[in-house]
């Protein structure tokens, strides 16, 4: 059994940053770790994720170059830093555990799921 929580979720102006983290407590070993947000009245979408070796790393084309995603296994965290968000940005971040890669990730292929933090870009 895996638990994720997750912090680091605010308001920020347009341009600003935020950094999410996502603890995790069980056995993680080999687990992907991704983040996926959810906007009102949207489906989820894939946001970043990141290999248990943290050699392969993966984003959604509306963050590439802006949110990095990282992990501490030693810690048991999963960080996204989130620089120049924009209104559009705007959703509550999930961290998910999945136990196998796939190179077109879908919330489907993640088993454990955190409660969600809000993340809120004013314009």
């Known amino acids: 059994q895996v638990q994720l929580v997750e912090s680091g979720g605010g308001l920020v102006q347009a341009g600003g940053s935020l950094r999410l983290s996502c603890a995790a407590s069980?056995?993680?070993?080999?687990?992907?770790m991704g983040w996926f947000r959810q906007a009102p009245r949207k489906e989820r979408e894939f946001v970043a994720l990141?290999?248990?070796?943290?050699?392969?790393?993966s984003y959604a084309d509306f963050v590439k170059g802006r949110f990095t995603i990282s992990r501490d296994n030693a810690k048991n965290t999963v960080s996204l830093q989130m620089n120049n968000l924009k209104p559009e940005d705007t959703a509550v971040y999930y961290c998910?555990?999945?136990?196998?890669?796939?190179?077109?990730?879908?919330?489907?292929?993640?088993?454990?799921w955190g409660q969600g933090t809000q993340v809120t870009v004013s314009s």
């Open positions: 990141i290999t248990w070796t943290g050699g392969t790393t």
């Open positions: 069980g056995r993680t070993a080999g687990y992907v």
């Open positions: 998910a555990a999945s136990p196998a890669y796939s190179r077109n990730p879908r919330p489907a292929d993640y088993n454990y």
